[in-house]
């Protein structure tokens, strides 16, 4: 009888432990996602500014992410920086209002706004791409914790049938026995 009695108590007793354990698992597996979220919210805004940036349909206003560019990547106070440069310089020599100084305004400006607007792609790029690795690793993260969620179900479920299993042998013995 005793034999019946512990491989129930032992089925059971694994088969609560092996739940507990696959919650645990599930838990951490989602703790540690929730700690690579901060990376990924980001991501998706900067992508959005990307595809506004460059004009794609179905993103946000163009005129507005080029808003944010002139704001946001000190591009206005370079533009002035170097036109008072070239003024100044004009101003000395007497040829402030030449044609060879508008000429250099306008090439200071085309080419400040080329390679402010592509560092302000590239910065963008580079937060989009650290939350793409982070929802990577986000989801790595939670197939292998479903991975060993679901192994410890099923050793929770072996303990459950391995006890049954020798609480029926056991059961088996005693009758068996009594003859």
């Known amino acids: 009888m005793g034999g019946i009695i512990s491989g129930v108590i032992g089925g059971v007793l694994g088969n609560k432990s092996g739940k507990r354990e696959a919650q645990a698992i599930r838990e951490s597996g989602q703790m540690a996602v929730d700690q690579l979220q901060p990376f990924v919210d980001p991501a998706v805004e900067a992508n959005s500014a990307i595809m506004g940036a460059l004009g794609q349909p179905g993103s946000p206003d163009q005129t507005a992410q ?6 946001s990547t000190g591009f206005q106070e370079q533009l002035r920086q170097g036109g008072n440069a070239i003024t100044t310089n004009a101003g000395a020599r007497g040829m402030l209002n030449s044609g060879a100084t508008l000429q250099r305004l306008q090439e200071l400006g085309q080419n400040q706004a ?8 590239s910065q963008l790029g580079g937060v989009a ?51």
Not at 66 to 71: A, D, E, I, V, Y
Not at 114 to 121: A, D, E, I, K, T
Not at 147 to 173: C, F, H, K, P, Y
Request: charged residues 5%; hydrophobic residues 45%.
């Open 66 to 71: 080029f808003q944010n560019f002139l704001s």
């Open 129 to 179: 791409n650290r939350g793409a690795g982070a929802a990577g690793a986000s989801a790595n993260i939670l197939n292998q914790s479903g991975q060993a969620a679901a192994g410890a179900r099923a050793g929770a479920s072996n303990a459950l049938q391995s006890g049954i299993g020798q609480a029926v042998q056991g059961g088996i013995r005693a009758i068996g026995g009594a003859f």
């Open 114 to 121: 080329q390679g402010s607007f592509n560092n302000f792609l």
